[in-house]
């Protein structure tokens, strides 16, 4: 089994997270409060960190059971381009859903456990890494983490590359809570 993502109509994320675990599929979707005002009152709602897609732990034969059928039709692979060393396309359509590492996965899951306003996601987009050292936090709540040194707002931060998707940057942290790789 691998962890693929999967793309979903807007807003349609938690319908198909609760249609897979309850077929036993494994899913995880992160999520982060949203806060803004409707009729002068001030609402806070849970929304997707990453809008319209799911991450989904699963065989890609299991996944053709479910996906573009009824009742989770909204629910899609997200394909990157699959190439040789020569740029020509591999297979039919030159496409394979997306499959993300099981150890970028479990980087991603335990920072999303970790509660700490100032930690950030941009998506993959977005933000370009130039070379950076790759370090291990140490100590700290992001003990364990490895990643590049970046800088972002003028703090020391790890960002971790989610295959794909986007980067993950922890909050600042210390460089003596830093070790080179």
Same mark, same amino acid.
């Given at each position: 089994?691998?962890?693929?993502?999967?793309?979903?109509?807007?807003?349609?994320?938690?319908?198909?997270? =609760?249609?897979?675990? +309850?077929?036993?599929?494994?899913?995880?979707?992160?999520?982060?409060?949203?806060? !803004?005002?409707? #009729?002068? %009152?001030?609402?806070?709602?849970?929304?997707?960190?990453?809008?319209?897609?799911?991450?989904?732990?699963?065989?890609?034969?299991?996944?053709?059971?479910?996906?573009?059928?009824?009742?989770?039709?909204?629910?899609?692979?997200?394909?990157?381009?699959?190439?040789?060393?020569?740029?020509?396309?591999?297979?039919?359509?030159?496409?394979?859903?997306?499959?993300?590492?099981? =150890?970028?996965?479990? +980087?991603?899951?335990?920072?999303?456990?970790?509660?700490?306003?100032?930690?950030? !996601?941009?998506? #993959?987009? %977005?933000?370009?890494?130039?070379?950076?050292?790759?370090?291990?936090?140490?100590?700290?709540?992001?003990?364990?983490?490895?990643?590049?040194?970046?800088?972002?707002?003028?703090?020391?931060?790890?960002?971790?590359?989610?295959?794909?998707?986007?980067?993950?940057?922890?909050?600042?942290?210390?460089?003596?809570?830093?070790?080179?790789?």
């Amino acid at each position: 089994m691998v962890w693929f993502l999967m793309r979903a109509a807007y807003g349609q994320e938690q319908k198909a997270q =609760e249609f897979l675990e +309850a077929k036993g599929i494994e899913t995880f979707l992160p999520l982060q409060e949203h806060c !803004f005002v409707r #009729d002068g %009152k001030r609402v806070k709602k849970m929304q997707s960190l990453i809008p319209n897609f799911l991450f989904v732990k699963s065989t890609e034969n299991e996944m053709k059971k479910y996906i573009g059928k009824h009742p989770v039709d909204f629910l899609h692979h997200y394909y990157v381009p699959h190439k040789d060393n020569s740029g020509n396309a591999i297979g039919t359509k030159g496409i394979k859903p997306l499959v993300i590492p099981d =150890e970028q996965m479990a +980087a991603f899951q335990q920072w999303y456990a970790i509660r700490d306003d100032n930690k950030l !996601f941009i998506a #993959d987009d %977005k933000m370009h890494f130039t070379k950076d050292q790759q370090v291990k936090v140490i100590g700290g709540k992001f003990a364990g983490m490895c990643g590049r040194v970046c800088h972002i707002k003028g703090q020391s931060r790890v960002g971790i590359v989610i295959s794909g998707v986007g980067i993950i940057f922890t909050a600042y942290i210390p460089k003596g809570m830093l070790e080179v790789l």
